[in-house]
């Protein structure tokens, strides 16, 4: 049975701008089995986060296909590849994204409560434990330092247990020290729970702690290789 969690091929993405039409990204194919963890790389308006989104099925390509967790994204209609999301995907951005209304407890248990899990705080309370905020249940994001905010955010991506995580720039927003803990909590829990990690990221030491790393440049891969 194969192990393969994702697979692209031959991705291409076309948008319409000023001066006619735009290719952002050029005929592009990966795979990743489970567990693999991957790092794109490349300058500002490379394509990495375009490519990024349509690998986790928030876009869908010009051209080609996306296969994520047995799933043909491009067979899909937006309502169901949310679907897929909510069962096999986790999300770290580098604004954190938590809701201000809500705790740290609240903001990881919402994952888990909009999928109708019962015990969604005994989950989300362990998972805050194990990053360290086990003190700071109660407490909302205002209240919270920049990398307090950020291993919430982590806790409530872990804490569905999704088959891929991706991370765009996720330590983008903080200090370089701060900055070195996220990553290491991240490659932690990666482990830990067995999930594909995709990671964007202008960070090239962040980068070359995954297992495979490709770079982009006008939208083009121009190197693929594992550090």
Do not use: W
């Not at 991705?11 to 794109?40: F, P, Q, R, W, Y």
């Not at 069962?87 to 409560?113: I, K, R, T, Y």
């Amino acid at each position: 049975m194969s192990s393969s969690i994702l697979t692209a091929r031959n991705l291409s993405k076309v948008v319409a701008s000023a001066e006619g039409e735009l290719t952002i990204l050029h005929d592009l194919s990966l795979g990743l089995n489970k567990g693999d963890s991957l790092a794109i790389v490349g300058s500002s308006g490379s394509g990495k986060s375009t490519l990024l989104g349509l690998l986790a099925g928030l876009d869908l390509p010009s051209g080609g296909t996306v296969a994520l967790a047995g799933h043909n994204l491009g067979a899909l209609d937006e309502d169901q590849r949310a679907r897929v999301r909510a069962e096999h995907v986790g999300f770290v951005f580098q604004s954190f994204q938590l809701l201000d209304s809500l705790n740290a407890l609240e903001n990881v248990m919402l994952p888990l409560e909009l999928e109708g899990h019962a015990d969604a705080r005994q989950r989300a309370r362990a998972l805050l434990e194990r990053v360290g905020l086990g003190q700071r249940l109660t407490h909302y994001p205002r209240q919270l330092s920049g990398g307090e905010q950020q291993r919430v955010a982590i806790a409530r991506a872990f804490v569905a247990e999704p088959d891929v995580l991706f991370a765009d720039e996720p330590t983008g927003n903080l200090d370089s020290h701060t900055g070195e803990r996220i990553s290491d909590l991240l490659f932690e829990l990666n482990r830990e729970r067995g999930a594909t990690l995709v990671l964007v990221t202008h960070d090239e030491r962040l980068a070359h702690r995954c297992q495979r790393l490709i770079r982009l440049e006008g939208g083009h891969l121009v190197d693929h290789a594992e550090p």
